[in-house]
């Protein structure tokens, strides 16, 4: 099926807002190198969730959609299907359209472009002697972060402003050693029991960029890793308070194009039936 406008298959991202991100950039220059033409990827900016479904459930040309905030958890249910590792984690960011039933599969492309970033920028003998890592937020985003350091054994604690609620997909694989209030947090638990700090939440993200999470900087030095998951901007205020201190800092732009392209890998294949795999 191709349209009068050479359009033949569909990509985007669901979330809101979406003015920070670079997902539809990256993929633009990716279909400019890449396939044949009537490739598009368009940015899918609903402010309710169920208009947005409707909307992409009536596009015949669909094939497949990234999911970020608000969305990673919320969308579950609106799924024919999920991989066993995003029922684990509790959160989707990539959908897949079956073509012929239109059932759509949810996975999880964050828990392995977080870890492979990481490890890239940090490397694996660091991580090895990783003493404790910090995360910051108990959303989506965190639950990937939670499951990569639940598989590669990093003992981690959990800092958010609603400790009651849920910190993971699931409780019986993963637990944060401890979940702190920030108000409960000092610069010598920083200094003696924590290694790195992965910021998981959406503070300083465009537009919002003189935000930052409210923990004692003062407890962070040169021997600290500190990873944001939020690109742009590049250097958020997190990083640059981080960077002040002396710690290693990266931003999330490696993991954006590491979970863009497992995606792009995933739809590719078609992998919207899965054997054997979990049902919503």
Known sequence: MQRSDGLRVLFGLLGHPLSHSFSRSYFEGKFVSGPDGGYEYRNFDFPDLEEGIRCLKSNPFLKGFNVTLPYKRSIMPYLDEVSPEAAAIGAVNTVCVQEG???????????????????????????????????????????????????????????????????????????????????????????????????????GMFPDTGQAPPIPYEGIGENHVAFDLVYNPLESLFLQKCRRHHARCCNGLDMLHLQAEASWETWMRGDACLQGGAGV
């Not at 639940?150 to 849920?166: E, F, K, Q, T, W």
């Not at 924590?194 to 939440?201: D, F, P, Y």
Request: net charge positive; with cysteine; aromatic share 12%.
């Open 101 to 203: 039933t239109a059932r759509w599969t949810g996975f999880n492309t964050d828990t392995s472009a977080f870890w492979d970033s990481l490890s890239r920028f940090a490397g694996r003998a660091w991580l090895g002697g990783c003493r404790k890592a910090l995360v910051l937020g108990n959303g989506g985003a965190s639950q990937a972060v939670q499951y990569a350091f639940h598989v590669h054994g990093i003992r981690y604690d959990l800092v958010c402003r609603n400790p009651s609620a849920s910190s993971a997909g699931s409780h019986a694989l993963f637990r944060p050693e401890r979940i702190w209030r920030y108000p409960e947090l000092a610069a010598s638990y920083l200094e003696t029991d924590v290694s790195l700090i992965v910021n998981a939440t959406s503070l």
